[in-house]
Every structure is written in structure tokens, then in C-alpha cells.
């Protein structure tokens, strides 16, 4: 497929099939080209965030599907960090460089094309994220668990996914999104934070009205997309999403928790 060179800067991990995820991430692309931050989140949310996980001098933060990179540029506005955002989209991190542009960082940025469960996990960081990609290793527990290993005591962990309504029994839950369902609650999240050995310390739950917004600004991407044409009608896809968002917010919620591993504060 014709698209954008990819930039020199871009860190390819081994065994990434650059030429695939063009192809792959292509209805992406065409549904998020809009997006500042590709999930229910706003500037503010961000910054609040970044409040609880306080990034200082000298600390190496990695923002796990850092998606167009908006998270990770403002902790290096905010502090010297040594920071990294790794996508798997070759789209979003040339999105990425873009969007750096213009910006008046203290830290650094590098931006790591590759397969997010691939990540070498002898690498330790003071601040490991992740926002909206908790499949990759399977769920919230999954997720957690990669975080915390990659994460040296004294580090802090965000993560971002969907959970079940506050107040939200089991039938209504399965009354709406199906039976069987493994969607975790907050007592679930909860337990699973502490299983992995952290210690929660802040959760952010995100107004429905963001994540309407977000679907509207999915629609009104993929309407006025012109790039390479994805293998998928993005316009159809974006309005599939609406109509999930519409069934699924009556019973879900969008959380992100930031979380501490015990340890020696860093020095
Ligand atoms: C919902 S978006 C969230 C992006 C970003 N965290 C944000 O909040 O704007 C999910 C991101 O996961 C990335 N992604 C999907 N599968 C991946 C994988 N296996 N490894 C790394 N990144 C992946 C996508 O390219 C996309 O940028």
C-alpha cells in the first residue's frame, strides 16, 4: 500500500514487519487522524494524571500503545525525563514526531516501532503506562503484571481500560454485553493491583461525555479521511464502535488507575 515514509528517527524493534502494520493499522489511521489522544481522555485528564505519577529529573518513563504520543509529550514538558513511546502503528508514531514538533520539551523523546508483549522485560522503568491497549496481554491482570515487572520498586504504573459500571450487578452486566463475560469490576481491579505487589493509589474514572466525544470525533475522522485507502470501510467501522459505545456505557466505564511499587523512592 502507498503510504508516508517512516521517519529515520523511529526506533524498528527486532522481527517488527514494518511493510504488515502499515497495512494493518491502515483503518486506524483513518478513524483517528483527528485525535489528539486516541481514547476518552482530555488535556486535563492527562495532566491530572501526570499530578499522581509526578515524573521528575532523571527518571526513564515508557508509555506502552502511546497511540499520537500526546501522554508522554506532556511528562516531558513537565520534567527532564528519558522518555519512550512504543505503537505497533507506524501511522500514529509518524503522527507522533509531527506533534512533537513545536513543542518546548525539558525531557527526551524517542518513539519505538514494535510489538508491545515483545518488550524486553529486563528493561526497568520509573514509569511504565499503558492507556487503552490492555489486549495485548490478555486484560486488565495481564497488563497490570507487564507494567510491574517493567516497573523498579519506588516506580508508579497508569493503566487504562474498561471496567464495569460502579453499583452494576452481574445479571445486568450479562443483560447487556452477553453471559460469560470477563469484564472486571473495581473490587477486581482492585485485588488484581495488589496481587502484582503494587499499591493503588489513584483511580481516574472518565465521564461518559468523553467517551461520546471520542466516538463522535471517530465518525467525523473517518468521514473526512483522505489518505490511503484502508482494506476496511473505516466509515462503517466508526459507526459499528458508536452503536457498541451506545449498547456498552449503560454498563461500563472507562477507568485508569495509577498505581506504586513499594520500594526505595529513587536516588
Ligand atoms: C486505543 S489506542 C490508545 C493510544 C494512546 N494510549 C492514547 O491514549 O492516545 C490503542 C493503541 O494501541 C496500539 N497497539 C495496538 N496493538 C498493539 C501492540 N500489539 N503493540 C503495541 N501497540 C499496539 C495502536 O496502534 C493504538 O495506538
Not at 494493518?24 to 501526570?50: G, K, V, Y
Not at 484502508?230 to 466505564?253: C, G, I, N
Amino acid at each position: 500500500m502507498v503510504h508516508p515514509l517512516l521517519p529515520d528517527s523511529v526506533k524498528v524493534l527486532p522481527d517488527t514487519d514494518v511493510e504488515g502494520e502499515w497495512a494493518r493499522f491502515a483503518p486506524f489511521e483513518a478513524m483517528h487522524h483527528l485525535h489528539d489522544i486516541c481514547n476518552p481522555m482530555t488535556h486535563e485528564s492527562l495532566e491530572s494524571l501526570l499530578d499522581r505519577l509526578a515524573p521528575t529529573h532523571g527518571e526513564r518513563m515508557i508509555d506502552m500503545a502511546c497511540g499520537h504520543g500526546e501522554f508522554l509529550l506532556k511528562a516531558a514538558e513537565r520534567a527532564q525525563i528519558e522518555g519512550v513511546g512504543l505503537d505497533l502503528s507506524p501511522w500514529v508514531l509518524t503522527r507522533a514526531i509531527e506533534r512533537t514538533n513545536g513543542r518546548k520539551l525539558r525531557g527526551s523523546v524517542e518513539w519505538w516501532l514494535g510489538e508491545g508483549a515483545s518488550l524486553d522485560k529486563k528493561q526497568q522503568w520509573d514509569i511504565a503506562t499503558c492507556l487503552g491497549a490492555s489486549w495485548i496481554w490478555h486484560g486488565f491482570t495481564g497488563t497490570l503484571r507487564a507494567l510491574a515487572t517493567r516497573t523498579r520498586p519506588g516506580g508508579r504504573i497508569a493503566i487504562g481500560d474498561l471496567r464495569t459500571k460502579v453499583g452494576i450487578d452481574r445479571a445486568a452486566l450479562e443483560a447487556v454485553i452477553g453471559p460469560n463475560t470477563s469484564m472486571t469490576s473495581e473490587s477486581n481491579q482492585i485485588e488484581a493491583i495488589r496481587e502484582v505487589g503494587l499499591e493503588p493509589i489513584h483511580c481516574y474514572v472518565s465521564p461518559d461525555e468523553a467517551w461520546a466525544r471520542y466516538h463522535r470525533l471517530v465518525i467525523e475522522s473517518a468521514d473526512t479521511y483522505d489518505g490511503p485507502e484502508p482494506a476496511v470501510d473505516a466509515k462503517t467501522m466508526a459507526r459499528e464502535w458508536q452503536q457498541e459505545f451506545e449498547r456498552d456505557h449503560r454498563v461500563l466505564e472507562w477507568t485508569v488507575w495509577v498505581a506504586k511499587k513499594p520500594g526505595p523512592p529513587a536516588g
